[in-house]
C-alpha cells in the first residue's frame, strides 16, 4: 500500500515490518523521530519488542551488543554526534559480528555547530567493520531497513542504513509500504548461531592476544569482502518478491557515457535530472550510483567506470587533508588497472548547503572538458565555496 | 513538474501546508514531495516550506528557486521578503492579505485568511485557509482532496474547523485586477 510518508516514518516502519526485538535508542538531540515512533509502535501494542531508553547513544549500542548476544533481532537510531559517541561500541559489535542493524541520519559533525545534512558522520566510521547502504529516496530506505536485516544475518556483520537528514528524512513522499506476510516470507524468524544460554555456555568477548588477534581483523575483512555477494542475493531476493531492485550500485545512462557523475545518497535522484539534461543535448554522461559504501566495490566500480573518459565523483564529506572519501577510494581501485579514466572530486553539500542543479552541471561541465583535453586541472574542488571568504580570491 | 514555494513565519504552519497540499495531489493519484527550507526554526520568524507535483516519479532534491506558483501566509512579509523571487513567467502569487497588491511577470490572488482563521480556528495559523485559496486561484488540487487529507491528518474536531476554513478561503479568494 502506497503512503505518503517522511524518511524517518519509512524507518521506523521497516524496523517494525523486521519485527525486531529490541531498540536501544537516547532519545535527545541529534536523535530523530525514528525511535519515537518505534516507541509509539511499542506502546500501543503494534510492535512486541522491548524498548530500551538509555542515557546516551555510547550505552544504547552497547545494549544492542547485549541484546544481540542473547540471539534477537535488534535495531538502534542515531545521527551526526551521536554516532561519534557510538563509535567506540561500533567496532566492538562488528568485531563480535552481532547482526545489529542501524539507522544513521546523515548530519554534519561540530564545530561550527551544525544540525544540518552532510555525510561526514557516517564515513568517520567507514572502519568500524559495519556494512554501509546509503539511499537515494524514501523509497529506498523502507527497502534498505527490511532487507539490512536478513544481510546482517547472513553475514553476521552489522549493517547502517544510511540516508540523507533532513533532505530525506523530513521530506514526505510516496511509499509503497510492504505486506507484513510478504516481509515475513522475505525475513522469516532469526535465529543467532552463537547465542548466550546458560545452558550451553559460550564466551562473547574474549581477549585476543598478538598470537590470534590478526586472524580475527582478517576473518572479518573476509566476511566484509565476501558481504558484496550476499548483498547482490539479498537484492535479487527481494527484487523477486516487492519488485523493486536494489543492488549494490546502480548504472543510470552509463552504457556508453563518456562523463560518468558518481555519488551516493538523495543527491543521485537531482544528478539523474542533469544527466537527462545532457543526453536531451547529446551528450554521453551518465550517472553510477553507489548504494554500498562498505564494502567498498572496487572491482564493480572499475567496471563501471573504466569505458568513461572522465568521471566526477560528487561527495558532502572530505578528508581534511586528504580527498573525499568515495574519491580517495574510488582512486585506489584504479592503483593497477590497465585502463583509468580521469578522476576529479566535488566536495558539496556540506552542513546543509543546498547542491543546486546548477553545481551539478559546473561538476559535469568540468568532467567534459577534462574528457576533451584529456587533462585534469583541478582534481579536487569544493563546489558553492565563497572563494574570497576563504582566501581563495582577493 | 509543478512547483511550490510557501512563505510563512514559524507557527503558521508553513511546514504542514506543504505537506497537506502535496498529499492532496496525492491523493489524486499524482507524484508528490514535501519538504521544508531547513533552517534554524523558530516561532516567528521567516520560513520557507516547498512541494513539487508531477505525473511521474520525482527525484530532483534541491531547494526551488524558480516556482511556478507562491503561496504566503503572513500579511506583513512581502514588506520583508522578496517573495516573489525567481517566480516564473505567468506565475501566480497567492497573498494572505486584505488588499490586492502587484508583482512584475506573475498574477496575484488574495483573501483575508488571518480573519478568516480567527473566526472558525480562533487563533492566526493561516495555512489551513491558503491552502483554500490556493485550490480557488491555481485550480491545482480539487476542494475534495484538501477536504479529505485534513481529515486524516486532524482530529475530527479540528478537521471539521479546519474545512470550515478551507471553504471560507475558498470562497473569498479574488484575482487581482
Known sequence: ?394 | MIEIRFHGRGGQGAVTAARLLAEAAFLEGKHAQAFPFFGAERRGAPVLAFARIDDKQIRVRTQIYDPDYVVVLDPLLPEVVDVASGIKQGGIIVLNSKKSMKFPHAQTAFVDATSIAMETLGVPITNTAMLGAFAKATGLVTLESLIEVIKRYFSSKLAEKNISAIKAAYEQTRAAA
Not at chain 1, 515512533?37 to 530500551?52: H, I, P, T, W
Not at chain 1, 547502504?133 to 546482517?152: G, K
Not at chain 1, 556508453?256 to 551528450?283: F, I, N, P, Q
Open chain 1, 1 to 394: 500500500m502506497k503512503k505518503f510518508i517522511t524518511g524517518n516514518d519509512a524507518a521506523a516502519i521497516g524496523a517494525k515490518l523486521a519485527r525486531v526485538k529490541v531498540i536501544s535508542a537516547y532519545p535527545i538531540t541529534p536523535q530523530t523521530t525514528i525511535v519515537e515512533k518505534l516507541s509509539e509502535f511499542v506502546a500501543n501494542g503494534e510492535l512486541d519488542a522491548e524498548y530500551m531508553k538509555v542515557e546516551s547513544e555510547h550505552s544504547a549500542l552497547s545494549a544492542c551488543i547485549g541484546a544481540a548476544a542473547t540471539g534477537v533481532r535488534t535495531f538502534t537510531a542515531t545521527s551526526s554526534q551521536g554516532l561519534m559517541l557510538m563509535s567506540e561500541i561500533m567496532f566492538v559489535a562488528s568485531g563480535l559480528r552481532l547482526p545489529i542493524v542501524m539507522t544513521n541520519v546523515n548530519r554534519s559533525l561540530s564545530a561550527p555547530l551544525n544540525i544540518w545534512c552532510d555525510q561526514q558522520d557516517s564515513i568517520a566510521v567507514r572502519d568500524s567493520g559495519w556494512i554501509q547502504l546509503y539511499c537515494e529516496n524514501n523509497q529506498e530506505i523502507i527497502d534498505s531497513t527490511i532487507q539490512a536485516f536478513r544481510i546482517a544475518e547472513e553475514t553476521l556483520l552489522p549493517v547502517m542504513v544510511c540516508f540523507d537528514g533532513y533532505i530525506l528524512s523530513h521530506t514526505t513522499e510516496p511509499v509503497d509500504i510492504p505486506e507484513q506476510d510478504e516481509v515475513d516470507k522475505f525475513l522469516p524468524p532469526y535465529k543467532y548461531p552463537y547465542s548466550l544460554d546458560p545452558e550451553h555456555p559460550v564466551t562473547i568477548g574474549a581477549v585476543g592476544v598478538p598470537d590470534f588477534y590478526e586472524e580475527f581483523r582478517y576473518m572479518l575483512q573476509k566476511a566484509m569482502l565476501e558481504s558484496r555477494g550476499k548483498i547482490l542475493e539479498v537484492g535479487q531476493a527481494f527484487n523477486k518478491q516487492f519488485g523493486r531492485e536494489h543492488g549494490l550500485i546502480e548504472c543510470y545512462r552509463s552504457d556508453d557515457a563518456e562523463v560518468l557523475l558518481l555519488t551516493m545518497g538523495s543527491l543521485s535522484g537531482s544528478v539523474k535530472e542533469v544527466v537527462d539534461e545532457y543526453r536531451g543535448h547529446g551528450e554521453r554522461v551518465g550517472l553510477v550510483k553507489v548504494r554500498t559504501f562498505r564494502p567498498f566495490l572496487a572491482k564493480e566500480l572499475a567496471e563501471a567506470l573504466s569505458n568513461a573518459k572522465a568521471v566526477a565523483v560528487l561527495e558532502k564529506n572530505f578528508s581534511p587533508g586528504s580527498t573525499g572519501a568515495l574519491f580517495s577510494d574510488l582512486s585506489g581501485a584504479f592503483a593497477n588497472a590497465k585502463k583509468s579514466p580521469l578522476l576529479l572530486n566535488f566536495i558539496c553539500g556540506l552542513g546543509g548547503r543546498d547542491v543546486s542543479v546548477i553545481q551539478i552541471r559546473e561538476a559535469a561541465k568540468a568532467a567534459m572538458e577534462a574528457a576533451k583535453t584529456g587533462e585534469v586541472k583541478e582534481a579536487v574542488r569544493w563546489l558553492g565555496l565563497r572563494e574570497t571568504m576563504v582566501g581563495l580570491r582577493p
